[in-house]
């Protein structure tokens, strides 16, 4: 009976996920960016930042006054959020809430834009682009928030040049225990500077921060090159991710343990007209599978437009629809319901239900490792052992040798990739906890890290050891934090001993 019913959860989600959901997430879309449009119009942002900045303070002191016993954390419903976890810590906190939702100055002399946490990617790359700026770094997923991102963290194609969404934060205006509004830099109070990222909101709340940008061109001209052996591609995905003149977007995706193809872009805005590839289109291809092609067809390039390149997986949510909409990537399916395409990342946690979301826990590996560039080759064959899943998601970045949580073993900065599985390990008799702590224990010994979006196995010891804790720790006893926020592990940890 049991078995029936996970067959019927799984098999036929797509009836509740297309008739419900796809036009639920579409009207939500739409009033979502009307309500965007409406406050930019009305130019209201700016000043409806400082009042509520004044109600987020009434919020901290009103806890203090009442005793500040039950530590804090955001009001945000887990349900809404990016990460994997339901966020059911947040039942036991005390929830602020955090209103803050506006782009508030785009200041192109300065280069800068000064944003509120909850301004998500899709928002904030529309908004740029529609001046001819963009982020240097545009994590991929339309709905991933600029708080998310910076107390957690973000990496996209073009990290191998400017590192992870915190190395182009300039300042963080934050909220501490106490009450007291205080601006960051790296020059002033440099220590809370480079202790928030990875800290997930447990030394302070974030109310606005100051982020790079840069100019940005129409299109990108992407250039795919497969490759049929490992040392093959691992040679040409090293040269591209650590040479001297790099192109802008270094990734690739790997197809199996000898099957990869790899892409390099840059910015421009002469494409050649008969090479223009639109793959934002509601019709078109879910990328990876387009990408998948180029290993039969060969070396190939393309120009499409730079909106559809920073949310390229976004249509399909990497390759994650395929479980839930199996028929997703059919001609006449994204002809007749593509353009409903996808459904929102925070109404399938909140309509999954507990079976689900088992399944997905049992039966899912959904994560991201990580972990130094020379480590890249014995990686793809430990993870085969383990999970093999595919396509793999390889992306590098450079990790800043600056003082927080992670850093690289050496001085300087050091070139790192982050590898993304997202699937259904098709490995005889997986077992989710067991080897996703041999994985983490895997990162452990590269001197890599785990994202934490997603649960992590670690105990406490092994989480220490994976993060450096000086730093934090440091903070949270010169703030006030240990009864005023969680411990980060207390948040991303599952506490799973085996
Ligand atoms: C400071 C700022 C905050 C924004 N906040 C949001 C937001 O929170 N959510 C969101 O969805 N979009 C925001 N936007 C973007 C805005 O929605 C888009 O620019 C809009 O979609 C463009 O619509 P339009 O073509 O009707 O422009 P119009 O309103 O017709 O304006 C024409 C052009 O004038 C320029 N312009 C107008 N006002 C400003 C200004 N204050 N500073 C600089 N240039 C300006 C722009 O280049 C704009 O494209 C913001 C833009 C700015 C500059
Ligand atoms: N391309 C990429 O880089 C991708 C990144 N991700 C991951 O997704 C997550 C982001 O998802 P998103 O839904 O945006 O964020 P979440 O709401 O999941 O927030 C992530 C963490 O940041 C904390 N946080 C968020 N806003 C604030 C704030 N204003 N002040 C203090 N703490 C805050 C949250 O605290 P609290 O628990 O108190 O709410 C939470 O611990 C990140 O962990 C990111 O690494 C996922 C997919 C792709
Ligand atoms: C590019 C990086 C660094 C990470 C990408 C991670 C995403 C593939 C996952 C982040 C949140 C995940 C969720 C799901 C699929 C995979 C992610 C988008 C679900 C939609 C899967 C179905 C469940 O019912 C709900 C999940 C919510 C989170």
């Known amino acids: 009976m049991g078995n029936l019913l996970e067959n019927i959860l799984i098999n036929y989600r797509w009836i509740f996920v297309c008739f419900f959901l796809l036009p639920l997430s579409t009207i939500y879309n739409v009033w979502f960016y009307a309500r965007n449009w409406l406050i930019f119009k009305l130019g209201s942002a700016p000043k409806q930042h400082n009042l509520r900045v004044r109600d987020i303070q009434r919020q901290v002191k009103e806890w203090r006054a009442a005793g500040g016993k039950t530590p804090m954390c955001t009001g945000r419903p887990g349900w809404l959020t990016m990460s994997l976890r339901l966020g059911q810590y947040k039942k036991k906190l005390h929830q602020i809430y955090l209103p803050l939702m506006d782009v508030l100055d785009i200041d192109t002399s300065r280069q800068i834009v000064r944003v509120e946490p909850l301004v998500t990617m899709g928002q904030l790359s529309a908004t740029l682009l529609s001046q001819g700026w963009t982020l240097p770094v545009v994590p991929e997923l339309d ?7 910076i107390n957690g963290t ?41 202790s928030v990222p990875w800290a997930h909101g447990t030394l302070g709340f974030l109310l606005s921060a100051e982020i790079r940008i840069i100019p940005a061109k129409k299109f990108v001209h992407l250039q795919y090159t497969p490759t049929y052996t490992l040392d093959d591609f691992i040679k040409k995905f090293t040269y591209e991710s650590t040479r001297k003149d790099p192109h802008q977007f270094v990734e690739a995706l ?17 494409p050649d007209p008969k090479k223009i590839n639109k793959i934002g289109h509601y019709y078109k291809p879910w990328f990876y599978k387009h990408v998948e092609t180029f290993l039969r067809k060969g070396p190939s390039e393309e120009y499409i437009p730079l909106q559809d390149y920073f949310h390229r997986h976004t249509r399909s949510l990497f390759w994650q629809l395929q479980y839930i909409i199996p028929f997703g990537n059919n001609q006449l399916f994204r002809y007749f319901l593509g353009w409903l395409m996808p459904p929102k990342v925070s109404l399938l946690k909140l309509t999954q239900g507990e079976t689900i979301r088992k399944l997905y826990e049992e039966h899912q590996f959904i994560q991201d490792l990580m972990i130094p560039l020379n480590s890249l080759k014995e990686a793809i064959g430990v993870l085969h052992d383990t999970v093999k899943i595919y396509p793999i998601w390889l992306c590098p970045f450079l990790l800043h040798a600056d003082p927080g949580m992670v850093h690289p073993q050496q001085d ?27 994985m983490e224990a895997y990162c452990r010994k590269t001197g890599g890290f785990q994202m934490l979006y997603a649960d992590s196995y670690m105990t406490k010891d092994e989480f220490c050891e994976m993060f450096d804790h000086q730093l934090y720790d440091k903070m949270r006893e010169q703030l006030n934090c240990k009864s005023a926020f969680p411990h980060v592990y207390d948040k991303v940890g599952r506490k799973t001993l085996l």
Request: with cysteine.
């Open 143 to 149: 709905d991933l928030t600029v708080g998310g991102l």
């Open 154 to 194: 973000g990496v996209e194609t073009s990290s191998h040049i400017y590192g992870l969404f915190q190395h182009i934060c300039v300042s963080y205006e934050l909220i501490l225990s106490d009450g007291s509004v205080v601006t960051c830099t790296k020059d002033n109070e440099p220590d809370l500077f480079y």
């Open 254 to 270: 790997a197809f199996g343990p000898d099957r990869s193809v790899l892409m390099v872009a840059d910015m421009t805005d002469q």
């Open 412 to 438: 300087s900065g050091q070139m790192y990739v982050d590898v993304g599985l997202y699937g259904e390990p098709q490995v005889m008799g997986y077992q989710a906890a067991r080897d996703t702590r041999k």
